[in-house]
Structure formats: structure tokens, C-alpha cells
T-cell receptor, first 114, second 114 residues
């Protein structure tokens, strides 16, 4: 099955600086890569996603890049704000075998320092 | 739609007791996922269903864990007998096949086994 590795496990940045979280995946058949944000005590919620026919996608301060050849994708947050503090999860969906599993990385705890 | 509904929100039980967690997916979603979240292991995929059929249960830790989906609107995750190391937050999520789309999470069940 799919294996998703995520780094770093903890990331501390100064407010206003950029944050980058990186993920790799193992299944070359994976074709959908969502990112979820989980605030303390709450459920994970989708913040951005990218499909395998796209190399980059941007939504205001967040962007995601995908390199299918290298099997890695990254989340970029610019001009970080205190409300960006949360745990971020990357995930990969593979349609191999006709059924779409959704496998998550272990998460990155992003801390925005004032 | 009220979203993915899980019950109970909190469960405290004694070691050796049977625990049943419940999930109602979003109407029309044909995928249902069960995840376990701990600090050490992050979001672990336990099992997922497609059209009520279990597709991949390789994440189920032991025979003590079982999951069922008797119909499109209900799923259960059962632990029998429960052990202290089963303490975690258990999330249910659902999504639709139509394109690669967002998985929606329930509020989670916080299980404590003492």
C-alpha cells in the first residue's frame, strides 16, 4: 500500500516568515494530494489539494507544489500568522486497484512565534 | 447535511470491556474511513469501505479490532477486549468517488481505557 513520509515533525517560525512542509509518497499510482489542518482538539480539515496533472496550486497565502517524478510534494505558507499554528497533514490517494485509499503523513506541528 | 457524525464523543472504559464506536457518513458518500490518532503515530488508517465493502483492513492492529458497515449510512468500529494502549482519538471520515475530492472528518471519539 501507499506510504507517506512527512518532514519536519515540528516547525517553529517567526510571525511573518514563510513555512515549508515536505512529503514523499511511495505509490506511483497516487494521483491526488490533499493537505489538512488540525487545530487543537478539532477535526482535520482540508486547506488545499493538488492533482497529478498539475505542478503547482496557490490559494492566497498557501501553495502546494508537486513533483511526480521524484514523488514528493510540499506545502508553502507565506506571511505566517498566529492562526496558522496547528498540525498539518499531507495525504495521498491512490486509485490503484480501482479503490481510493487515503493515507496520511504523521503530521507537522507548526508553531508561529510572535 | 450535518456532516459526518460520530458517537460517542468521549468514552471511558475499563480494560477488558467491549467498546463500540459509531459513525454516520455524509449522505451520498461511498467511501468511509476509520482512523486512529495518537501523538506517537499520528493519523493511522485502520480500515476503509467502498460501497459498504471493506477494501483494506491492513491497518487494523489486532484481532481485537473489527469494523462493519451494514448499510450506506452506518458503520461501527468495535474493540473487544479493550486495553489501555487503545486509548486514542478515533476519527471517521467519508468522501465520494466523483472526481478526487475532499474527505470530511467527524468530530472524533476520544477513547480512554483505564
Amino acid at each position: 500500500g501507499e506510504n507517506v513520509e512527512q518532514h519536519p515533525s515540528t516547525l517553529s517560525v517567526q510571525e511573518g516568515d514563510s513555512a515549508v512542509i515536505k512529503c514523499t509518497y511511495s505509490d506511483s499510482a497516487s494521483n491526488y494530494f490533499p493537505w489538512y489542518k488540525q487545530e487543537l482538539g478539532k477535526r482535520p480539515q482540508l486547506i488545499i489539494d493538488i492533482r497529478s496533472n498539475v505542478g503547482e496550486k496557490k490559494d492566497q497565502r498557501i501553495a502546494v507544489t508537486l513533483n511526480k517524478t521524484a514523488k514528493h510534494f510540499s506545502l508553502h505558507i507565506t506571511e505566517t500568522q498566529p492562526e496558522d499554528s496547528a498540525v498539518y497533514f499531507c495525504a495521498a490517494v491512490s486509485s490503484a486497484g480501482g479503490a481510493d485509499g487515503l493515507t496520511f503523513g504523521k503530521g507537522t506541528h507548526l508553531i508561529i512565534q510572535p | 447535511d450535518a456532516g459526518v457524525i460520530q458517537s460517542p464523543r468521549h468514552e471511558v472504559t475499563e480494560m477488558g470491556q467491549e467498546v463500540t464506536l459509531r459513525c454516520k457518513p455524509i449522505s451520498g458518500h461511498d467511501y468511509l474511513f476509520w482512523y486512529r490518532q495518537t501523538m506517537m503515530r499520528g493519523l493511522e488508517l485502520l480500515i476503509y469501505f467502498n460501497n459498504n465493502v471493506p477494501i483494506d483492513d491492513s491497518g487494523m492492529p489486532e484481532d481485537r479490532f473489527s469494523a462493519k458497515m451494514p448499510n450506506a449510512s452506518f458503520s461501527t468500529l468495535k474493540i473487544q477486549p479493550s486495553e489501555p494502549r487503545d486509548s486514542a482519538v478515533y476519527f471517521c471520515a467519508s468522501r465520494t468517488t466523483a472526481g478526487n475530492t475532499e474527505a470530511f472528518f467527524g468530530q472524533g471519539t476520544r477513547l480512554t481505557v483505564v
